[in-house]
Structure formats: structure tokens, C-alpha cells
């Protein structure tokens, strides 16, 4: 039985992925420019699903491939110790080795020899980034940092982001990517701790292009030695709504379906049914637990219309004034969970999120 080539799993870098080459190319091409260029520093953001992860494990991989030294973390407090033990190991050809003890003296009669350890005092973080970068720069080396799930509320990020806008400034060859959900990022940029990350690069992961979606999960059916069928792989590409995640899932599950050579539009039918079960419980469910009752109402209020909806509508359906509706708008777009559609209209950032809404409390405003 010839192996999935999917991969549904949150991190995991796909066998083709599926339309964000601009913006890789983009970041590769800031770190061949040299320091100075603004896609040096680029912060990446997108709901749940929208392929954050794997777009720094890319980046960090094809950066590597360029000579450059990847460390990669999570936003979280003990980060720092982290990035110095990734970067001892993964520069280690170009680091002095450490000594960690010496032997003092050796018991002809007795147990055992006695070692001396060495001291542990270190240099504060900043200090022993600054030499370890001197070493680097000796071979004409890059550092680029990637860190993911980003938010203002972590004391070492904050230190981080802090110390790294020296590097920029002492032109260090260094670079920085960093990926979180909306309504996390947003805080990163009004904090006055860490102004500098407003200078960043900020890049909204959109849904991928329809075409895009239809030739990756082409590509990657056939490179497993199977074919798909054009009523399959069109109606298999929609169900993504192009999403990445989902386009991992739908295919996966699609895939399994099948142990023929070609899937069939049945295949897909099933396969698309069991992603959706997926998707609500992975990812839909835990969108709207994060949601207070308030927000869960300004979402139930748009269910009536088609696609936008007006916000002067969303406030008379919930008896609400336009300022307090706004309020809630707001929350709802800067979490990612809507975007603002312009002259005063939003829309669901997901399209499946309405669809389960819609299953669970039909289009009555009526609650």
C-alpha cells in the first residue's frame, strides 16, 4: 500500500506547499541583500490553519541550505536559554568548545578522582549573543531567528525583541521571523516596550488562490503514484476554501478513501465529509470557546446575510447601539475570527466557521 502523502498534522511541512512562494521569496531574498533590508524582519499572522508554522520551518530549511544558522523556538519564558543552546549545537564547527571541568588530582588508594568544575558565572544574554556573533561574522554567517506563537505578555520575548533592534542597529547579519494568531500579534505592535516590532514586515497569510490549491493537491496525488479524477480534484479543491490546513486534511482523508489507483469523485464526497468532522472539532470548536457570549452573538447576528454583512445590521439584530457593536467588530477582525470588508461591512475570515453556525443555529437571528 503506497504511504499518504498529506500531511494534516499542525507544523509539519507538506510534500507541495501550496501558494505563499512570493513570500518566501521575498524573506530569502531580504537575507541575500543584506542587513538593512526590511523582509529581515517580517511577522507572519493568520487564523488557525492558515499554514504559520510550516512557513517558518521553510523559510528556517531554505535559509539553512543558504549558509545561514536557524534556531527556532516558541514564544515562551526560558526562550533565551533555548536560542543559546540551539545556536551552541547548530554553529558548534564554528564556536570554541566549552570546558565544562578539570581533573585536579587522582586517589591511588581510595574511590574515585576529584574534578574541579568551572565556574558557571555567564554574561548576560545580550553580551553572549554579541560574541557569539562576532564568531559568526569571522566566516561570513548568518543567524536568522524564528519564533512562533508570538505574545506581548512574555517576559523573555519582550527582552528578546528588545535586544534584537540593537542587532539591527550594530548591522549584525542577523534576521527574524515570527508567527502568531491576530489578536495575539496585535498587542506585539501597540506595546511601547518593544516599538521596534512596528517596523516589521507584517504579512496576513490570505487563502490560497483556487488554482493553486487544485495543482498542489495534483501534484502530490501523483507524486504517490496515484491520479485523481477532474470532478474529484475540483470539487476536493473547494472544500479546502483555501485553507492550508485543510487542504493537508481533505487530501488526506480523500487519499485514504481510495486504494485504487485513481480517486473518484465518491472518494473525494467522503473523504471531504470526514475533513469537515475534522476541522470542526480540531480547529472550529475551539475558535468559538474562545469567544465571550457577546462576540458569539455578533457572529450569530450575520448568519442571515450571503456573504457581507452590514454592522448596522448586526447592531439592530442585536438590539445593540453602533459604537458597542463596532467595539465587538473590532475584537472579531483583530482575533482573525472576521475580516473587515470595507464601507462598513464584515465577513467571516473562515467561510467554514458561518457554514457550522448556520448547521447548528440556522440563519434566524431569533437566539
Do not use: C
Amino acid at each position: 500500500m503506497q504511504p499518504n502523502p498529506f500531511t494534516p498534522v499542525f507544523g509539519n511541512e507538506p510534500l507541495v506547499l501550496a501558494g505563499r512562494e512570493t513570500l518566501i521569496n521575498d524573506v530569502l531574498g531580504g537575507l541575500e541583500n543584506g542587513p538593512g533590508d526590511p523582509n529581515r524582519v517580517t511577522v507572519l499572522t493568520g487564523p488557525r490553519g492558515s499554514g504559520k508554522t510550516v512557513l517558518l520551518s521553510r523559510i528556517a530549511s531554505e535559509a539553512q541550505g543558504m549558509g545561514w544558522i536557524a534556531v527556532d523556538v516558541l514564544a515562551a519564558n526560558g526562550m533565551l536559554e533555548e536560542i543559546i543552546d540551539q545556536l551552541e549545537r547548530k554553529a558548534a564547527e564554528f564556536l570554541p568548545k566549552k570546558r565544562k571541568s578539570r581533573l585536579t588530582s587522582v586517589q591511588v588508594s581510595g574511590i574515585g578522582a576529584t574534578r574541579e568544575f568551572l565556574s558557571d558565572d555567564k554574561p548576560g544574554w545580550r553580551t553572549q549573543m554579541d560574541n557569539y556573533l562576532d564568531l559568526l561574522a569571522e566566516y561570513d554567517v548568518g543567524l536568522l531567528f524564528t519564533i512562533d506563537e508570538i505574545r506581548a505578555d512574555i517576559r523573555d520575548l519582550v527582552t528578546f525583541v528588545s535586544v534584537f533592534q540593537l542587532f539591527i542597529r550594530d548591522r549584525r547579519n542577523v534576521a527574524l521571523l515570527m508567527a502568531g494568531l491576530p489578536h495575539e500579534v496585535l498587542p506585539m505592535y501597540q506595546d511601547r516596550q518593544i516599538s521596534f516590532v512596528r517596523r516589521a514586515f507584517l504579512r496576513k497569510l490570505e487563502p490560497v488562490e483556487m488554482p493553486e490549491v487544485r495543482i498542489a493537491m495534483k501534484k502530490t496525488i501523483e507524486l504517490a503514484g496515484r491520479r485523481i479524477e477532474p470532478a474529484a480534484l475540483e470539487k476536493s479543491a473547494e472544500s479546502t476554501m483555501g485553507l492550508p490546513f485543510m487542504i493537508q486534511l481533505v487530501g488526506y482523508r480523500m487519499f485514504n478513501q481510495s486504494q485504487k489507483t485513481t480517486i473518484t469523485l465518491e472518494d473525494a464526497q467522503a473523504g471531504i465529509k470526514d475533513a469537515g468532522e475534522d476541522m470542526e472539532h480540531m480547529i472550529l470548536d475551539a475558535t468559538l470557546h474562545e469567544s465571550t457570549p457577546t462576540e458569539k452573538r455578533f457572529l450569530l447576528a450575520m448568519l442571515p446575510d450571503e456573504e457581507e454583512s452590514k454592522v448596522g445590521d448586526i447592531a439592530k439584530r442585536m438590539g445593540s447601539s453602533l459604537s458597542s457593536t463596532s467595539h465587538y467588530k473590532r475584537r472579531l477582525v483583530d482575533r482573525g475570527v472576521l475580516y473587515d470588508a470595507g464601507r462598513g461591512l464584515v465577513a467571516f475570515s473562515m467561510p467554514m466557521l458561518k457554514a457550522l453556525l448556520i448547521e447548528r443555529y440556522g440563519r434566524s437571528v431569533e437566539r
